[in-house]
Structures are given as C-alpha cells and as structure tokens.
C-alpha cells in the first residue's frame, strides 16, 4: 500500500471517528449534530474534490470537468468556516459570512466564461486570474472572525483552554502556505483538506469539553433552585399562614406586619433564584431578620440577637438564614427561653459569622448524616468552599447548643483561600 492511500485511509478514519463520536454525543443537542453531519460531509466532499483534481491535473487535458473541480474546492473552504459559525453562535444569523460565502462562490462561477478567477490553459496548466486569492482572503476573514467569535463565547475560559481554537487557526494559515508555496505533487490530499480534518477533530473535542461544562452549570442551577427550596419548607409556610390566619381575629395590625415579613422573605428566596455570584452581607441579613421575626411570633420563647461589627463583605446567598432556621427549628425551639445569635467581626483571615444558640445540640462528628439539618448544613458549607473559598465550622455539644462560624476570605486573599 502506497503511503498517499495509508494518508487517505488514516483521514477518512479520523472522519469517521468525528461523525461516531458526534453520534453518541450526549451533551450535544440534534441541532448542533445536524451541523456536525453537514462539516464532515462538506469534508468528504473536499476529500473527493482533492482526489478527482489530483487525477485531471495528471491526464489528458479536460479543461471543463477540471474547471467545475476547481470551483467546487475553493467554494466548500469558507462553506466549512461557516458551518462553524452556528455551532459557536447558533442565535445569530451571520449573514455578513454568509454573504462573503455566497460572494467567493460567485467569483468562482465566473471561471465558467472569465479568466478573472482562474482558468485552465489548453495545456492543462492552473493559472491564477486578478481575483484567483478570494477564497484565501474570504476564509482569513472568517478564521478570525470565528477565533473572535469563539473567544467572546467563552471568555472567562484561561489561556490554555482557549488554546486549541487559537492553535487551529495557526495549523489552517501554515496548510494554505504549504498548499500555496510548497505544493505536494505526490499526495492527492491536500495540506489545508489534512489540516481541515484534524482541526474538525481538534474543535470537536474542545467543544465538548465546553458543553459538558455548561451542562455542569445548569445542574449547579438546579441544585441551586433546590436549595432554595428547601429553605421554604411546606410545614413553614402552612405554620405561618396558621399564625397569620389566627392573628387576623385577634390583632389585625400584627398580622399586617407579618404578611409584609412573610411577603419580604418570599421575595428574597426567588430573588436568589437568579443570583450566580455572591450578595452583600446588608442583604442576607435582612433576609434572615424578616425569617427571624416571623418565627418570633409564632414561637415567644424564642429570641434571635444580633451583634454586626463587620458587615461590608459578600457571601453567597442563602447562607446565614439557614443557619439561623436550622438553629430554630432544630435546636432552641424547644427550649423555654431558647436564644439564638447573630454575631459578626473582622478578624486577620477574613470575615466571620457566628450563629450560635443554647439548643439541644448533636454529636459535631455527626455532620456527615443525612438528616435535614445536617444535609442543609452541608450544602451551605460546600457553596461557601466553592464560590468564594470560605469555610464553615460547627462545634456542637449534645444539651448545650451548637455554634456554626463561617469564615469569608478578605477580597484580597479570596485567590489564596
């Protein structure tokens, strides 16, 4: 077997290995399959061309049948950067790069009745005409704009991961320099078609690794949403519409003011439903003050105090009003003067928030349970870990109470925590 059929053989597997891998795809949605499908039968399509003007520059002259072959090659290039447009960007309708696309084919055609582009001498010999780069031009513009376009997409990604696209980009300009300058009149594939193809591979395998991660983000929303569920526990709301309903009848103006509360805390657990990054603590703590004050009424033996000394920092939501409901509902409640309270200070290695109370307490060891108090604990320690580099610690002795201090990295050594 001659070394150009091992070349062609080890690119159709490569091509093949691209429309499996895409087939199997889990995190690719049809719509982004679809234009996988399209690249790779654009490829083979290349892949042909390539073979049958290889043939024709090597035979008898047949000027028409080459000419078409030629017009075919460089019209599929800037077709295959497109394809790539709507898979970076598939809501935009790109017309600008659909138009250079249609533009470089039609400069082509013209090849038809015009030298303009290129012609094919009686001799069999390519001569380039006045607008015979187009194509080169059209796909430099489009590999920019597609590299910008990329870049854009998924900025906040570090320098090494936006490697690939940058280093496909360079492999493409060094294959039209080598098809251009240094053209191989052995192999039937040419350079740009071979770096084509590793590229389409390259591209696919980097942009799965992006879709696996917005699929990550979005189950990071939804456990966020679960979350904040949990935070409004039905037994909760039915309690505090009870103690509304009883306060109705036998103090209207303390009902009105727990229905303005209840309404506030509402409004706050939906609000965190669309919060990505951290709140102010100011704002966390008017949300476990309007909890706090609810459960005031319903329950007189409970007191929650504060005692803020340091309160400009951020924190993610929902962290210190489950601390504060866990204490309730799980530790004082059943106390006959339970207290629970708030206390924050700055110290040397960052912010710290201190929940405490005179409850029931637990074993401290047994954090890792998966009872409901324990669980919601958890959850807030590992959004604390992995949004700002935070850390939570309980201390818990059985009949005397627990204490929770949660510790916020200082902004300017949240990147060594």
Not at 181 to 200: D, G, K
Not at 212 to 223: G, I, K, N, P, S
Not at 250 to 268: C, M, N, Q, S
């Amino acid at each position: 077997m001659s070394l150009n059929m091992v070349i062609v053989l080890l690119l159709l597997l490569q091509l093949v290995g691209l429309v499996f891998s895409v087939s199997v795809d889990a995190y690719i949605s049809r719509r982004h399959k679809r234009i996988f499908y399209l690249i790779a039968l654009a490829i083979f399509a290349l892949m042909i061309q390539n073979r049958v003007e290889f043939a024709l520059s090597h035979t008898e002259p047949h000027v028409l049948i080459r000419t078409i072959s030629v017009i075919i090659g460089y019209s599929l290039r800037p077709v295959i950067l497109l394809l790539y447009f709507y898979i970076v960007d598939e809501q935009s309708t790109h017309l600008l790069a659909r138009v250079l696309v249609g533009v470089n084919a039609f400069v082509y055609l013209t090849a038809l009745v015009s030298p303009l582009s290129f012609y094919i001498s009686d001799v069999n010999v390519f001569h380039r005409g006045p607008l015979g780069f187009t194509s080169h031009i059209v796909s430099a513009f489009l590999l920019v704009a597609l590299v910008v376009q990329t870049i854009r997409r998924y900025g906040k990604l570090g320098k090494m991961e936006l490697f690939i696209p940058q280093f496909n980009a360079g492999l493409i300009v060094a294959s039209v320099y080598m098809d251009t300058f240094h053209e191989n009149a052995r192999c039937t594939i040419s350079y740009l078609t071979m770096a084509v193809i590793t590229c389409s591979l390259f591209y696919y395998i980097w942009l799965h690794l992006q879709f696996v991660r917005e699929h990550e983000r979005d189950l990071q929303a939804e456990q966020r949403i679960r979350i904040m569920m949990t935070q409004i526990q039905p037994h909760f709301l039915f309690n505090t519409i009870t103690a509304f309903t009883s306060l109705c009848r036998i103090d209207p103006i303390k009902a009105e003011d727990v229905a303005t509360k209840f309404a506030g805390y509402l409004r706050r657990n939906l609000y965190s439903l669309n919060v990505e990054g951290c709140v102010p603590f100011r704002q966390e703590l008017e949300h476990t003050q309007l909890y706090a004050d609810i459960e005031m009424v319903r329950f007189d033996n409970v007191r929650v105090e504060y005692d803020i000394g340091d309160d400009d920092f951020e924190l993610p939501p929902l962290t210190v009003q489950p601390m504060v409901e866990n204490a309730i509902s799980h530790g004082v409640r059943i106390r006959d003067k339970g207290i629970v309270r708030v206390v924050t200070y700055r110290a040397e290695d960052g912010h710290k928030i201190v929940v405490e109370d005179n409850g029931v307490g637990f074993e401290a060891q047994k954090l890792d349970s998966l009872s409901e108090e324990h669980v919601g604990l958890r959850n807030v320690r590992e959004r604390i870990e992995s949004m700002c580099g935070g850390t939570l610690v309980v201390e818990s002795t059985a009949d005397v109470g627990t204490k929770v201090t949660i510790t916020i990295p200082l902004q300017g050594k949240r990147g060594q925590a």
